[in-house]
């Protein structure tokens, strides 16, 4: 059974920076797709970092230039360094995982999920 366990959220004032890490367990491959996610209260659930079973990376528009996503297989934790974070990215952070994914940052493309951590970043 694949399981995802994220760590590392927190809160920080706009224009500081968080690693959010997530576990990954349970799979016998070790090229599967990874990303992730956010939901802010009210609003729907929508994809921020993506990483494919080539390692390609995706980011939403919002967080480029200020968020890497990354993943060491040894370990098999994936990472999401979040650099100049501003009040908008506060929000509930998940990261999800599949073996396969056509679209990186649709969250319909996932089946497996962290429980999700919370970032608070005020101004």
């Known amino acids: 059974q694949v399981q995802l366990v994220e760590s590392g959220g927190g809160s920080v004032q706009a224009g500081g920076s968080l690693r959010l890490s997530c576990e990954v367990s349970g799979y016998t491959d070790s090229r599967y797709c990874v990303g992730w996610f956010r939901q802010a209260p009210g609003k729907e659930r929508e994809g921020v970092a993506a990483l494919d079973r080539d390692g390609s990376t995706s980011y939403a528009d919002s967080v480029k230039g200020r968020f890497t996503i990354s993943k060491d297989k040894y370990k098999n934790t994936l990472y999401l360094q979040m650099n100049d974070l501003k009040p908008e990215d506060t929000a509930m952070y998940y990261c999800?995982?599949?073996?396969?994914?056509?679209?990186?940052?649709?969250?319909?493309?996932?089946?497996?999920w962290g429980q999700g951590i919370q970032v608070t970043v005020s101004s």
């Open positions: 999800a995982s599949d073996l396969w994914v056509d679209g990186g940052l649709v969250p319909a493309e996932y089946m497996y």
